[in-house]
């Protein structure tokens, strides 16, 4: 019962309601999320670290809707380990670039969507974006350097050997900085730390929500040839595949579950 | 009755004529048919026409030249598409359609290139456009006359009207009537209105902006062998269905059935010139065969390589007496290069939208689009609903200053969103221009460099237009709203003028400079309104065919 109590309770104790929008970071207090716990448990489908909006969705479900060659690309995605070999990056980058896609998608724990991998994937097959700001080294070179800079930092500031050996409240205030251009090394200083942070997240992100956990996760309706759909409108229409979201009654439902 | 009247009346029943694309299609595949048995020509032989870029202009000036009897062959870099194996509804897997060799950005205002301004394979850039179709206004013909900024174009929109009539009914375009500029219809039926853009809709009819269902280049009913749109939201993606217009599926199959090669995998790298000053044919490196420089042989020559990559091919064909890129010695080529502002905003509501259903393209406004002069800036912009899939959605997010933890609440809070966007009509400036770069690329020719400002014009534009829809927001009830800045369409880089000192080409697009070279793509537009331009391109090729159609080269 406790447990189900810190889920149904956001981070401020009150219960928090979808439909006002008050989980929202820009709606609260130092524009921070509430604390995941307040989220209803997933129980179908795999959403990276079990959180998720729409606990009984799982894109999965509608795979044999899908065409051949989208199943796949989706499926050699799913192939990929969350920590599985990197051919990109180097040994010794390893932790740092784990670490470092970690904290910018607030994957704590497993299950998680390979970040890392998939990113290192592209950037070994040369799948770059088709530009380069004048001031700006090769995609690939600004991966190391970011990387490298990391560890510069991690070191000068905390003394520790590098950005995997910080704790999460470290990695975070850093990650902050470099988002705002503010971070500064040897490696950092080679960069435009701005569009650095801009060429990382790109890829980041795009590696995130390329993966079918993630869409579990915010209920997305994933690959839809040849099935396409049929209920556009109105508003809160749902196809017979598609799942309600969470609502803030929606513990209560769960609730015996919880308990059973 | 009249041309109009019949139009509505009859709606899609009414074909175009000369275009047999819709029926040559396979209604079970989606290949373009006609890739096994198309001609094929020794590069030794002359063909009457060389088109470089199987793109939006390249495609239609193909297709109208082949039936006319010309004998014609267009060489594109990228691939000839398989859409059944090589196109899938997946964001991250979509990469491939998009240009993505490597382009250096600079200037004040750098313009991120890659998925959001071109392709590259056979059916040019609109394989993954969105689908919008509007028409370019009046005005946007003689914007110096009328507003004292950017550039008149030496001809008139009346010119372009009725290849304009003759593509929308090509493409086909859906949409409801079209109150701007001048009242007009399409030839199908306006589709139906998505959850997350009628919250949009009603927002702007609060604030008393009129908005229409349209115009989009996708099926609403069947066409030929053409299937009705699915609504599964991946146009930008390429559409797996045919449902959505592209060279690929309206002018290629006609083309093909008629004589054209599409050479694909072939990137050309020079124009070369005869002793007489003429063109001569285009030189172009296969990827399997990147070594051997080949040439194709030609009475004319049509470049079609879209703003940045037509300007290259010029600047890289230079000979000594263009020692500064052929067509540039008055310092004409890559300049004035355009793009819109693309600026989009997104308002969180308490109901689920889900806007990854229904094409992004769903409708739009035109109410802001000419000059009013209490706005305190030349010109305008129009609106228009967008809907990211997860990946764009995840962009958008980052650009309003979330990462982590805050950028996954907003993630996970994605179905409760909706999105509108606007084309501001950024003005044409002679340092916003592509050079070449020292950079080479994978074949050993200089990459372009595309370097881009605004002037003070633009950002009040920009900055007007995004108070105008996070009114609408805010006016249709949003809790939060999300800005992302950003960019869309090229156009210009080798524009039209009336002499080889304010411009590249002359007003049928051929160049100053050499005869019988002539340019077919959007690189020739002096403005680019807030219209999308790909309806625009397609009706100046088919302009520019009629002009040619006559006169087969001897
Ligand atoms: C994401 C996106 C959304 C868009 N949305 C819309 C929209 O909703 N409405 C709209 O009107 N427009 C839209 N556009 C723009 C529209 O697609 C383009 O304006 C239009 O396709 C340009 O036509 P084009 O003929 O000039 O060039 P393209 O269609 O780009 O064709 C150029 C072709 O030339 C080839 N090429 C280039 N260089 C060489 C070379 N050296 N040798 C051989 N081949 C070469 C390229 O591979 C390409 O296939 C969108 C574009 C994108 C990318
Ligand atoms: S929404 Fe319609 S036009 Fe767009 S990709 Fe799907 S079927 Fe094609």
Known sequence: ??????????????????????????????????????????????????????????????????????????????????????????????????????????????????VAELVDQKLAKGQLDGYQYYDMPDDRDTWHLVLAGLDEVARSRYGKEGFGALDAEAREALVGQLAAGALSSASLDRLNVKRAWSVCMRMILSAFYSHPFAWNEIGFGGPAYPRGYMRLGPVSTREPFERPGATSEDPVRVAPELEG | MSLSLTRRVLKGALGPPANDSRFLLDPH????????????YPDSEEVDLCVVGAGAGGSVLAQRLARQGWKVVVLEAGPFWHPDEDWVSDEAGSHHLYWTQKRIIGGADPIEM???????????SMVHYAGYCPRFHPSDFATRTLDGVGADWPLSYDELRPHYELVERELPVAGQDWPWPEPHSYPYSPHPVSQA???????????????????????????????????????????KVNAKASPYVTHLPDALAHGVEVRAGCMASRVELDESGRARGVVYLREDDPATP??????????????????????????PSFPNGLCNNEDQVGRYVMVQGASQTAGRFPEELRMYKAPPPEISSEDFYE????????????????????????????????????????????????????????????????????????????????????????????????????????????????????????????????????????????????????????????????????????????????????????
């Open chain 2, 197 to 239: 853009a009628s919250v949009l809709w009603q927002g702007a009819l609060k604030l008393g902006i009129q908005m229409r269902v349209g115009p989009v280049g996708i099926t609403n009913g069947v066409f030929g062998n053409r299937p009705h749109c699915i609504y599964r939201g991946y146009c930008l993606q390429g559409c």
């Open chain 2, 294 to 319: 080949r040439l194709q042989r030609a009475k004319v020559v049509a470049v079609a390589c879209y703003s940045i990559e037509t300007p290259r091919l010029l600047l890289n064909s230079a000979s």
């Open chain 2, 114 to 124: 890659g998925k959001n301004n071109s392709g590259r394979g056979v059916g040019g």
């Open chain 1, 1 to 114: 019962m406790a447990g189900f109590l810190r889920r149904a309770r956001g981070a401020a104790g009150k219960a928090v309601d979808l439909s006002s929008g008050h989980h929202l970071p820009n709606l609260r207090p130092g524009k921070q999320p509430p604390d995941p716990s307040w989220l209803p448990r997933q129980r179908r489908g795999t959403t990276p670290q079990m959180v998720g909006r729409y606990p009984d969705y799982d894109v999965f479900d509608a795979r044999d809707t899908w065409d051949e060659a989208t199943t796949r690309v989706v499926e050699e995605r799913m192939a990929v380990e969350s920590g599985g070999p990197l051919s990109f990056f180097r040994e010794d980058e390893a932790a740092t670039l784990r670490a470092f896609c970690d904290t910018c998608t607030a994957q704590d724990s497993d299950p998680r969507v390979p």
């Open chain 2, 29 to 40: 595949r989606r290949d373009l048919p006609g890739e096994d048995t198309m001609a094929r």
């Open chain 2, 371 to 554: 000059t009013d002069e209490s706005r305190g800036f030349a010109r305008g912009f129009s609106i228009q609903t967008v809907s990211p899939l997860p990946i764009g959605w995840a962009e958008h997010v980052l650009a309003d200053g979330h990462w982590g933890r805050a950028l996954r609440e907003y993630m996970r809070d994605y179905n409760h969103w909706t999105t509108v966007g606007v084309l501001n009509e950024l003005l044409p400036l002679p340092e916003n221009r592509v050079t070449l770069a020292e950079e080479k690329d994978q074949y050993g020719l200089p990459v372009a460099r595309f370097d881009y400002s605004q002037c003070d014009n633009d950002r009040a534009n920009i900055e007007y237009s995004t108070r105008v829809i996070t009114d609408i927001l805010q006016a249709a009830g949003a809790q939060d709203i999300l800005t992302i800045h950003r960019y869309a369409h090229l156009i210009g880089g080798a524009r039209m003028g009336t002499s080889p000192d304010n411009s590249v080409v002359d007003a049928h697009q051929r160049t100053w400079a050499v005869p019988n070279l002539y340019l077919a793509d959007g690189s020739v537009c002096p403005t680019q309104g807030s219209a999308n331009p790909a309806l625009t391109i397609m009706a100046l090729a088919s302009r520019l065919a009629e002009h040619l159609g006559g006169r087969r080269p001897g």
